[in-house]
């Protein structure tokens, strides 16, 4: 039906770098684009980077096996962005546990960052409890993790 | 600095193709994307139709000409959308007045129709008064009126 | 635990008034507030007006009986909010179908109305199909309906 | 022209109590509040909070004296929150700076603590450069400041 280009990001080695531009409803009165939004992006992002790492998040979710949700985070806002910019978030995962994977998280304006986040995020049942991630999906992150230094 | 394509649309012909993806954002616990948002994704369209058609909002407001505001909407939900559905908005320009225009859109997912409206934007003054539209704008807006038939 | 009055509205008469303060989440860069977030104001005011009805719509959901969508929705923008303003959403039922109620909605600052809205919603089941709605919804829309002229 | 009480918080002691009611567009098809709209409660309670100390945030913006940005946030989810769930956010000023202002927001249910942050916002000028906060206003959060222990 569409014939633009599919939104969404790619890997660039263990990087993924999901694009976005800033509109009107990402923008607050005073110029500048509201603070809570990049937790709207980094969520696009990181919802993205599964979905190029192979992990189908709503199979999984109405399949009854379970659903990601933030547990933690912290971010330090270095630098606004205003509306018409064109954006890009570049996420890579920093550790993997058995039920919690943690990602690493930079909104870019060009070279310039604008924000420096750490998410954690937790695998949970559709009762809400904390529960092991599936198998496959262990598997897809071990390949992103940072390679550990050779002895 | 990133290396995915950019986000945004395209014109077919007269009529502007908008892809966007369905995030956790979108959704509400019905299950379905919430029914306000689908004026956020017909703002992306009009704000990506008009810098397609080389129109630059941002440095009309910051120069102080003025901004599009909407005046009047009227949408009818035929399907809902989900999570992680790729849609696409098509936007026509219907009508076009000195400080007004109207655009037809309709959001698709394929060949679906989810969504129906019809909106009236108006430009305003940065006191808030309707305004003329730039000349300029208006040119490129009448490059985009379905063609009169002829008699 | 809180020692606040709980947020919310009330009936006047047949009329559901419901307030609400405009944060910087509302507003956009124009620095007037953001069109779509109307809808979510008059979301908030209906699901007000329906739990001042009696009507609990967690339960209704959760117990698997259905949830109401929008189905279609007209709104005109009279004048701007801003940051800081206390709106005021009045609601009326206008008119009760079997699936549906039509409820009119004006958003109010002062005496000042900033926007005239009609909004059909329609009661789904989980699968998304119209369904009657409850009985004591029905009757308790019923109350609110403006009454006939006497001949 | 509302009958209804104002929406709003108050203080209890050096403690700012914000009542909130959860709506359709807080919540996801995960069927809980998405993450991101806490940032938005614990922005309403701070905007309530100088508001009830006798802040007034708008006519510092328009006069061009400046406007608060959040320049650093972390936060821990504990619990989820639903549709409908009657929560309040506590804040309390802990830190004073000439441009800054450290804050501590737990959102609760009840006396269940829903999520844990500490904000730091900076002063900045209209354009974006740190700023000393206005006397009146830093002479407010002094009196919200915790009591030095004596010696």
């Not at 939104?7 to 110029?31: A, N």
Request: aromatic share 10%; hydrophobic share 40%; net charge positive.
């Amino acid at each position: 039906m569409t014939s633009a280009p599919h939104p969404g990001g790619r890997f660039v080695g263990r990087e993924h770098h999901f694009p976005l531009r800033i509109y009107f409803e990402d923008t607050d009165f005073s110029g500048l684009v509201y603070h809570a939004n990049y937790l709207r992006y980094m969520e696009r992002a990181r919802s993205d980077m599964l979905k190029c790492a192979g992990i189908d998040q709503r199979a999984a979710f109405e399949a009854g096996e379970g659903v990601y949700a933030v547990s933690e985070l912290d971010i330090k806002y270095k630098r606004p962005a205003r509306f018409d910019d064109l954006l890009c978030v570049i996420s890579t995962v920093e550790k993997l546990g058995g039920a919690t994977v943690v990602i690493h998280q930079r909104v870019m304006l060009g070279d310039e960052m604008l924000t420096d986040a750490r998410v954690v995020a937790a695998f949970l049942s559709r009762e809400g409890r904390p529960k092991r991630q599936p198998k496959p999906w262990i598997a897809a992150f071990e390949t992103l993790l940072p390679k550990e230094p050779k002895h």
